[in-house]
């Protein structure tokens, strides 16, 4: 008897790559799928074959009359299965320029008319050399305070590779790495300088290995605020309804005001200068952490653009006063 096996066309592959990747499984998720234990690593580019074991736990044998895949070709399949034994079914898949965890399934359906059963493997597929656990880092911190992230650097080259230096083009990213397995794992460290001022930096290090071919980038950012911050720039009521400002998410606007491991942060008052806006202070945790909501009466509003300022009085000796511009207008 024969075996139908069918698969998605060629000109759709990298985009079902992707999917599968997203979606995880052929077809939605039922309880007959069987997963494979294990994820194996494989390097970008590389085509991997594998076999799934279908079991007959039954008396009789049993048929195979289809198998469906997405990505994979099918280059074996075991169509009659005898009783109480399995069966194998080989699915061969090009990775092509795919990054990332790829999950290949497949659908058998047999002649008796039992329900089909799925089955699926994962493989991560990683850059030959691989910056784990990704090739990015980001720094959220408040001026002054000292930070470090670490990566890996792993060589998945059939050939050793060396990491002979690492750069920044942003001085406030400071790398450094040391060899953990000569050849073939590094482990990188970022230091942020904690003389780097306020605001957002970008940056991206270098790794020069030698393989002048490998030369992973990672790119950095960081968020410096002050130690004593807000979460907002600015209150921006832009183009509200008069209509809604019944409603607190149409009138409301909140802001948290919180000092960086603050034991004894207060905020003593907060006020605007706008006439129909007003203020409420509620402490969200003590020492550390306030919510300053500001509102918009409906009752005293006047259609038409608006300007003003939020002033909020702190306690603490270098944040005496936080001044947050409001603007909006009312339609």
């Known amino acids: 008897m024969s075996v139908r096996i069918t698969r998605s066309g060629g000109l759709l592959r990298n985009l079902i790559l992707v999917l599968m990747a997203l979606a995880g499984c052929l077809g939605e998720r039922r309880n007959s799928a069987r997963e494979e234990p294990t994820i194996e690593t494989l390097v970008q580019g590389e085509p991997f074959e594998h076999t799934f074991t279908i079991p007959n736990p039954s008396s009789d044998t049993l048929v195979i009359r289809r198998v469906a895949t997405i990505a994979g070709t099918i280059t074996h399949v075991d169509s009659a299965i005898p009783p109480h034994g399995n069966g194998r079914i080989t699915v061969h898949v090009e990775t092509g320029p795919f990054l990332g965890v790829l999950n290949e399934a497949i ?9 089909p059963q799925r089955f699926r493997v994962q493989r991560r597929v990683v850059t030959p050399v691989e910056v784990d656990p990704q090739d990015h880092i980001y720094f959220f911190t408040a001026r002054g ?10 060589n998945h080259l059939p050939q050793a590779l060396n990491v002979l230096e690492v750069t920044s083009t942003n001085p406030i990213f400071r790398p450094a790495f040391r060899t953990i397995e000569s050849g073939r794992r590094y482990e990188l460290i ?6 780097a001022p306020v605001g957002r930096h970008k940056g991206t ?15 950095s950012l960081a968020l410096i605020k002050d130690v004593v911050n807000t979460s907002l720039e600015e209150l ?14 149409a009138a409301e606007r909140t802001v948290l005001v919180q000092k960086y491991r603050g034991t004894d942060f207060r905020v003593i008052r907060a006020a605007t200068d706008v006439p129909f806006l007003t203020v409420q202070v509620e402490p969200q945790k003590d020492g550390e952490r306030y919510l300053v909501h500001v509102r918009i009466e409906q009752q005293r509003a006047a259609k038409g653009p608006f300007r003003g300022s939020l002033r909020i009085e702190t306690n603490d000796p270098m944040a005496r006063e936080l001044k947050l511009p409001i603007h909006g207008e009312i339609l």
């Open 190 to 195: 970022v230091v942020l300088d904690t003389a």
């Open 145 to 154: 305070e000292p930070a470090r992230r670490e990566l890996l650097i792993i």
């Open 205 to 219: 290090i270098r790794v020069r290995t030698s393989v002048a071919t490998q030369t992973p980038l990672i790119e």
């Open 236 to 249: 921006n009521y832009s183009r509200v309804d008069f209509n809604v400002l019944d409603r607190s998410a």
């Open 107 to 115: 659908k058998v359906e047999f002649a008796d008319g039992r329900q």
